[in-house]
Every structure is written in C-alpha cells, then in structure tokens.
C-alpha cells in the first residue's frame, strides 16, 4: 500500500516523541528529525508506512544510543491491562456472545499503539473499550469464527504491548488446538516482543514465536526461517493492528496464500479510507485464501 502526506507528519511527530523517550539531548532530537525527513524524501509516498519508520527507528535506536526507547511505556501498559484482565474477562464470560465480545476487545486494546499518540492514558483505554462493545463491527464475527473452525493451523499476529492481553483473552476463546502466536523479532515502537509476551503470559496458553525482524508489521522478506516454517504450515493468519495490515495488505496469493483475517481499530483517516471504513471503526477484515 502506499503512504501519504500526513503519514509523512504523523512519522515526523513519532520520531520526534520516540527521540525524547530516549533522551533529553536536544540536540540529538534535532538529528533525528533531520535523518527523518531524510528517510521520508529518499522512500517518496508509495512505499508502504511502516517500511519507512522501520528505517527511521532504527537510525533513532543508533543515534540516541538506546536499544528500545519505549521499554517504560510498553511495561507500563502490560501492567495495566493485566490489571483489568479479570475484569475483561468477566465481561466476556458473562456477555449473550462470549466470542464476540472477546473479538471487540481484542480490537479496542489495538487503541495502544504509540506511533499515533503518545499521550495515552488509562482513561483512554477505558473509553475504547467501552466503545467497542457498543459499537456495530464493521465486518462479520460470524465470517471469522467460521474461519477459526475450519482452519488446521492459526498463526496470530500479535501488534502492541498491552495490546497483547486482550490478544491472550481472544485466544483463551478460539477453542483451537493448533495456534501459534508471533511477536515482533526485535524492539519497534511499542509494539510486543517475546518480553511481552512472557510478562502478559501469553505464553502459559500457546506457543509464541518472534518474526525474527524488528518490522513494523510483518514483512515477509525480512522474517526468520523459523516464522516462515510456522507461516506455511498454517491456512488462517490472524492479523492484528494497523502494521500487520499495512504489510501484509500488500501481498498477492502467491506470497500470501492463506485466508487472512485482519483485526484492527481504524484509528487514522488515511487507513479507513484506503480499507473503506470509517475514522474509529472496529474492523474485522478477512481476505480468502488461494484455492
């Protein structure tokens, strides 16, 4: 997919907060910005979001000196979505539609994602919670459980830290033998790693691998032997998040051969006009397999 003007501004305010979680140095901040709009020249605006804020973090991580500026911030997030799990839990349990109200969760928790603000509070957690279980989903539930019953093997496409918590609680739902959970390989924004993965315990339900690459979603070039094995032998990818989507979406059938089911909050005018929803929608997305 492609970019546009204001993933160019969003980019610019995204390097300029990551370089200040990582230091005070202004003059490094300055740097940063430099090297960013950089990045943002050389790629042009038909090359996918993530490709180009994979190349400005890492020059960030280089020129702050500091292997993952939003460690603080992703463990802050853990702990307060493990702190409302049980809470999250009896909302499931106790809904006319258990499978349903763990997919809107899932959804609302990819409201944690510091590439678009990195003001979040615990407020703002609660609100999109409490949105998502009143609002129609733009997609069909059904569709996918469906697809979750048919399927051989899940792969599930973890986005954010915090995030993931509610990505165990729709997992504790699938009622599936055979799912596998990916994070990414290596530090990238705030999205999950195998860290994250073991303080949340999403790895006392299932097995979790990484993608072996610090992308911003899943590029299938970059990703380890290990996740591609897991890949191939799986027919439904569960895609979580906006990088997920905006990687993956990409993709013919040739690469992607699978059914795809993305799952993600619509949380900028440029992805729900190029998925065709609406701004703050919660959207289920699935994408046939090759036959």
Known sequence: M???????????RQSLEAARFATADTNIHEQVIREAMESILHYGFQTPPPVIGQKIH??????????????????????????????????IDESDDPFDTAVRLAIAGNTIDFALRANLEPKDIDEAVEQ?????????????????????????????????????????????????????GLPI????????????????????????????????????????SVFRQSDLIISKGLGNYETLIGYDKTMLPQQVAFLFKAKCSFIANYSGTNLGDCVVRLRKGRD
């Open 2 to 12: 492609p970019s546009s003007i204001d993933c160019s501004l969003c980019l610019l």
């Open 58 to 91: 890492r020059s960030i991580r280089i020129a702050t000196n500091n292997p993952d500026p939003y460690l603080l911030v992703k463990q802050k997030f853990n702990a307060l979505m493990i702190s409302r799990r049980d809470h999250f839990r009896k909302l």
């Open 132 to 184: 998502a279980l009143k609002q129609p989903i733009n997609g069909d539930v059904n569709e996918l459980c469906q697809a979750i019953e048919n399927a051989n093997q899940i792969l599930y496409l973890t986005d954010n830290s915090g995030e993931i918590v509610c990505d165990r609680l729709l997992m504790e739902r699938l009622s599936h033998k055979n799912v596998v959970a990916c994070v990414r």
């Open 189 to 228: 924004i705030n999205d999950a790693t195998l860290d994250d993965a073991k303080q949340v315990g999403l790895t006392e339900i299932a097995p979790v691998i990484s993608n072996g690459t610090d992308a911003i979603g899943t590029m299938l070039e970059q990703c380890s032997e290990e996740f591609m």
